[in-house]
């Protein structure tokens, strides 16, 4: 698939793609990494994620198409050849060399002899300048993260790739190192390309963000976009909860669809949907949890006239602090998950209770009735188990 005609990113790729005997890793894709950007390959388990940035570094060889980095060919590079260099999960320091000397260690084997500045200036990037005289044992592991991203980038790569670096990290710590990965990533300009099955940590740090599933790139888009607008349920399911509600396509009115879902009548905007909108059509209408609002039934003529709305009955509850989270039963679709903020919080909303949800037209998605509902559902929680 051809996913950007920018021929002057600092990685492209061309047609690339790697099988294993009959076992196809990355069918062949078109893919440019623009300059100076942060970029992340994101997708579940054997998605083809990590198969992809190890042909950009050189470990593995493409079975098809090419890798420019710049304007250079580097297909057929060895890995110390190419101007990238690579961030792995298990940090992989010299545990009898101090943090000075494990970040000096590049300069030191291209024979530059006066390395002090330099590795003194990027220690303070990545705000480790008073730990430089200990062993990495002696440092947390997000302090031992930042120690192997200053000793990549003290080679001035053209592309420093990622691979799961937060994984080994608890979520406090990972939270904290995506804001810095991005700080330090903004300071030095330089193209960051990020592999990770964390929907949170792509959307965090990336500017653009390929969603990938069994090999191939579903969709590829800044953060915000393939939340609001996701084109497949793989990508709906994937990044975040979707409602997805089956419905029939009745009538077209000015630039909104009107659909037939369960008894009652639903208006999607036709410029949010990506399925056929023939009379009779069949179409998923997609809503993300918090667009929708929660209302008693005993309060239902208080909605707004042009909502979108539903009945059903609360079916749980869930507390989480920042939010409720609801699970509603309806004859339109069962367990409709529903987040509200607790800001104002409705004591009646509680198990058992008849509500109304409703939400404006303008968020809702519609995709392809052809497609698995529940594709992406699985791999986010494998991912999290």
Known sequence: MKTTNDSGGDVRLTGIGKTYGSFTAVHPLDLTVPQGSFFALLGASGCGKTTTLRMIAGLEEPTTGTVHLGDQDVTRLPPYKRPVNTVFQSYALFPHLDIFENVAFGLRRRGIKSVKKQVEDMLELVQLGE???????????????????????????????????????????????????????????????????????????????????????????????????????????????????????????????????????????AARCTAPTAAGGKVLVGVRPEKIALTHADDAGSIPEGRNRITGTIADASFIGVSTQYVVDSAVCPELAVYAQNVERDGRLVPGAEVVLHWSPAHTFGLDADQDIDAGVGSVEEEAA
């Open 131 to 269: 730990q430089a005289r200990k062993k990495p044992h002696q440092l947390s592991g997000g302090q031992q993260q930042r120690v192997a991203v200053a000793r990549a980038l003290i080679n001035h790569p053209k592309v420093l790739l990622l691979d799961e670096p937060l994984g080994a990290l608890d979520l406090k710590l990972r939270r904290q190192m995506q804001l810095e990965l991005k700080r330090i990533q903004t300071e030095v300009g330089i193209t960051f390309v990020h592999v990770t099955h964390d929907q949170e940590e792509a959307m965090t740090m990336a500017d653009t963000v390929a969603v990938m599933n069994a090999g191939r790139v579903e969709q590829l888009g800044a953060p915000a976009d393939l939340y609001e607008n996701p084109r497949s349920t793989f990508v709906a399911n994937f990044l975040g909860t979707s409602n997805l509600i089956q419905a029939e396509v009745d009538t077209r009115s000015g630039d909104d669809i009107v659909l037939r879902a369960g008894g009652g009548k639903l208006v999607l905007p």
